[in-house]
């Protein structure tokens, strides 16, 4: 559930460290060899937050918007744990 409309700040600002490997990792996978570590941390951080993980929808109780949330794959490695973890 939503807290009084959330409508303008559901849409997320800004590029994340997801959205740049979801646009260019596999090009850059193809072109340079990493290690098998790295390639995991790249594609936990790809699907982190997506659809692949599952989810559900938040309904704001006041107009009835929806908008998915995703689940997080929980890995200390991806984007937002430096901001959501003291």
Known sequence: MLAA???PAAARSGVE???????????????????VSHLKVIEAVERCRTAALG??????DSCGF????YNSC?????????????
Request: aromatic content about 8%; overall charge neutral.
């Open 66 to 69: 929806e908008r998915p949330a």
């Open 17 to 35: 460290l997801a959205d740049i490997f979801r646009a260019y990792g596999e090009s850059y996978r193809r072109d340079h060899p990493l290690p």
């Open 55 to 60: 989810g559900h929808l938040e309904r704001c």
């Open 74 to 86: 929980l890995m200390e490695s991806t984007s937002l744990w430096g901001v959501l973890l003291p």
């Open 5 to 7: 409309c959330q409508r």
